[in-house]
């Protein structure tokens, strides 16, 4: 078929319908449906309805809360595509779980992510691709090519078509400092990051007394993840506080954990946007685009 992209197959998993359909329309690719289920003992059963053998696949899958039960459907499809003679599986994670257990920070503790990217390999899974890992350097440690591509600059665009440019960037930590460069380099209207840190056994967190130059200013706070949303309502407050006019909220992965919206929302902020890594009601931003152009390159 003419405009065909006979190179890939692609899979999109129970986690993803949507997001891997939208990626598979713009690759022009042909795919493969996945039936899945889950019985009422809660174990997952995943069937592929077309043939694999001697193609490449991607299988589109995020992994975030039940984060088990995602990572086991994509370690189920991997390697059911293995068995049925795929060549090659590309493993498209949006959103990484697990990937903040990135270093052993106290004695005893399970490296959780390298322990994922063990189960991946063992799956069969040959590369990764996923967006805006918590921290790149994991990448370097697992055992076949993974990457992490930006969704900044595209939540970015987005607050600037929103009339948004001039607004401030501001990081809610340290380790996020990157997506607020980014994200100036679109909006410019200068960036800064707190200084967070973090009790290890109490998992409390707590900032230094950071100024940042906002009195009479549209401000918004870049971050990966958005969990319980303690980390970007205290931002918000704090901005709040300094003189910000409006703030806004924009994280790649908005997991949005039980009131997270509410407590970000009741501290001040106009509104939070997210992508569709984690499919939700402020995913505004698709992805699509970024990983039908990762899985078009050559060496993807
Ligand atoms: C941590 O370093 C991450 O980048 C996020 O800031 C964090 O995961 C957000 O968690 P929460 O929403 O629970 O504060």
Excluded at 12 to 33: C, D, F, H, M
Excluded at 43 to 65: D, F
Excluded at 242 to 259: E, F, M, T, W
């Amino acid at each position: 078929m003419r405009g065909v992209n006979n190179k890939m197959l692609l899979i999109s998993g129970p986690a993803l319908q949507e997001l891997g359909k939208n990626v598979a329309e713009l690759l022009k690719t042909n795919t493969v449906n996945v039936v899945f289920k889950r019985f009422p003992d809660g174990e997952n059963y995943v069937r592929l309805e077309g043939s694999v053998k001697n193609e490449e696949v991607a299988i589109v899958q995020t992994t975030s809360p039940p984060q088990d039960t995602h990572l086991l459907q994509l370690f189920l499809l991997a390697d059911l595509a293995k068995d049925l003679g795929a060549k090659k599986v590309t493993a498209v994670v949006p959103y990484l779980a697990y990937s903040r257990q990135d270093k052993r920070f106290l004695p005893g503790e399970a490296w959780s992510i390298e322990t994922i990217a063990k189960l991946m390999k063992t799956a069969g899974v040959d590369q990764l691709v996923t967006i805006n890992v918590h921290a790149n350097e994991i990448l370097k440690k697992f055992p076949f090519p993974a990457k992490s591509i930006s969704a900044m600059p595209l939540l970015a665009e987005y607050f600037k078509k929103m009339g948004l440019e001039g607004a401030f960037a501001l990081a809610p930590d340290e380790g996020a400092k990157e997506y607020a460069i980014v994200a100036d380099r679109i909006l410019h209207g200068g960036y800064g990051w707190r200084h967070k840190m973090r009790d290890r056994y109490t998992g409390e967190i707590g900032f230094r007394n950071d100024k940042f130059d906002v009195k009479g200013k549209d401000a918004i706070i870049f971050d990966d993840i958005i969990s319980t949303g303690g980390t970007t309502a205290a931002a918000v407050k704090m901005l709040k506080n300094q003189g910000a006019k409006r703030v806004y909220s924009a994280c790649v992965h908005p997991l949005l954990i039980g009131d997270a919206e509410k407590r970000i929302l009741e501290n001040g902020a106009e509104a939070i946007v997210g992508t569709d890594c984690v499919p939700s009601h402020v995913s505004k931003v698709s992805v699509a685009p970024l990983i039908a152009d990762a899985l078009g390159k050559k060496e993807a």
